[in-house]
Structure formats: structure tokens, C-alpha cells
């Protein structure tokens, strides 16, 4: 069982920034593909980015392209999600979820999900 945790959330101003932090102990999490999603009160859970080791690559939703960042330290089996520039309409909570293979911006492509971090913020 692959467990993620989540870390970093809090409550910023709009314009300032977070870090998450999703980590696994399971010791090939560096080979996932990792992705973040969010859910804001009342909304579906939606693709936020995403990451693979293999390739290297990244996707992102259009409305964070430009502000946020999704990166990996596989030495410490964490991916990060920076986010700059935050407005009021990124409040939500933010998942970290893991599969091993199948790159996707589908929810339901991923197996793992950690319990959310939640991020506020005010205007």
C-alpha cells in the first residue's frame, strides 16, 4: 500500500505563496506518476498537475500555468507544488495522488490519495 502525505497548506494573502508537499515512505513512489488535484466547497475534485520520473515531463491546468510549479526531490521521495501568485479561487483542499503507471489528468487514473491539505485564501 502506497500511503502519500500531504504537507504545507495554510492561509495566505492573494498574491502570496505555498509550498506543498506530498511524501511517500514507499520506496519506488520516485518512479509514479504523481499529480495534484483540489476540491473547493460545492465543486468537483479537479486536475491541478502532474509529474512523472520517467520522462520528465509535466501538465498543468490552464489556470495555474505561469503561476504554479510541480517539481520532484526523489532522493527524499517527495513532489512539491509551488504556487505563486495565489488568487481567492485557489482555495480548496489539495490532494496529492499517486499510480504507477498511465499518465492521466484523470482523477480516476490514479490509485493512491493522501488526506488532503487545505488552502486558504483571503482576498
Known amino acids: 500500500q502506497v500511503q502519500l502525505v500531504e504537507s504545507g497548506g495554510g492561509l495566505v494573502q492573494a498574491g502570496g505563496s505555498l509550498r506543498l508537499s506530498c511524501t511517500s515512505s514507499f520506496r519506488s513512489f520516485y518512479t509514479y506518476i504523481v499529480g495534484w488535484f483540489r476540491q473547493a466547497p460545492g465543486k468537483e475534485r479537479e486536475f491541478v498537475a502532474a509529474s512523472t520520473w520517467a520522462s520528465g515531463s509535466t501538465d498543468y491546468t490552464d489556470s495555474v500555468k505561469g503561476r504554479f510549479t510541480i517539481s520532484r526531490d526523489n532522493a527524499k521521495n517527495t513532489v512539491y507544488l509551488q504556487m505563486n501568485s495565489l488568487k481567492p479561487e485557489d482555495a480548496a483542499v489539495y490532494y496529492c495522488?499517486?499510480?504507477?503507471?498511465?499518465?492521466?489528468?484523470?482523477?480516476?487514473?490514479?490509485?493512491?490519495w493522501g488526506q488532503g491539505t487545505q488552502v486558504t485564501v483571503s482576498s
Open positions: 495522488a499517486a499510480a504507477p503507471t498511465g499518465w492521466s489528468t484523470r482523477r480516476t487514473s490514479y490509485r493512491y
